[in-house]
């Protein structure tokens, strides 16, 4: 019975310590992914704002 019971405990641990990794795992990848979401958004507001002063620059600045 002492035995069944520690291979049920260490099969446990065991299984804990996959969930652990894998959340660790999970965490990095969203980590990942708001960088790259965040990288794109500063190339769309350069795209936006080159775009702004193409249309609109001459006109403040009186010159075209």
Do not use: H, P, Q, Y
């Not at 996959?18 to 990288?39: H, M, P, Q, Y």
């Amino acid at each position: 019975m002492e035995k069944l019971l520690n291979e049920t405990n260490n099969t446990f641990l065991e299984n804990l310590n996959l969930v652990l990794e894998r959340g660790e795992k999970i965490s990095d990848l969203n980590a990942k992914e708001l960088t790259i979401e965040t990288n794109k958004i500063k190339i769309k507001t350069k795209k936006m704002n080159r775009s702004f002063w193409d249309i609109f620059g001459c006109v403040g600045a009186g010159v075209c």
